[in-house]
């Protein structure tokens, strides 16, 4: 459980840095998810469902996306991992619009792949902070 956390939490805080980095991201909450009086508590139960959300896409269909997509990764030396990952955070944005708050990328070559960068990027740093508050049982 506390694994599971860690993940959501890593993922939560690389979205917010991707949101607060770039001008064509942006994270809106509906009326419907003002759980609390404080707009900052609000803001982290969407930031944190947003990471959950995120993290289910990259448990399922990204597998199987790296998988079909394996040739041309290896024909561009892995560099088509970058756009595999901005696909994982425009799916997450299109499913977002079917929720209370909505992860909006006005455009894909410019900001969902340099979001995917910052993501992959903050998600390394926070990973390996994470490995050593809670290693891996093996």
């Known amino acids: 459980m506390t694994r599971f956390l860690l993940s959501l939490a890593v993922n939560a805080i690389a979205l917010w840095s991707a949101v607060w980095l770039l001008p064509g991201m942006d994270v809106t909450l509906s009326s419907s998810l003002h759980l609390f009086d404080d707009q900052t508590a609000n803001t982290v139960v969407a930031y944190a469902l947003l990471g959950l959300l995120f993290g289910a896409v990259n448990a399922v269909i990204r597998p ?12 561009t030396l892995g560099l088509f991992t970058v756009i595999i990952n901005a696909a994982m955070l425009a799916l997450t944005s299109w499913l977002s619009s079917f929720l209370p708050m909505q992860l909006h990328i006005d455009r894909f070559f410019f900001t969902a792949v340099f979001a995917a960068v910052i993501v992959s990027l903050v998600s390394l740093v926070m990973s390996s902070i994470t490995n050593r508050i809670a290693p891996e049982r093996r």
């Open 64 to 75: 199987i996306v790296a998988f079909l997509s394996l040739p041309i990764t290896c024909l």
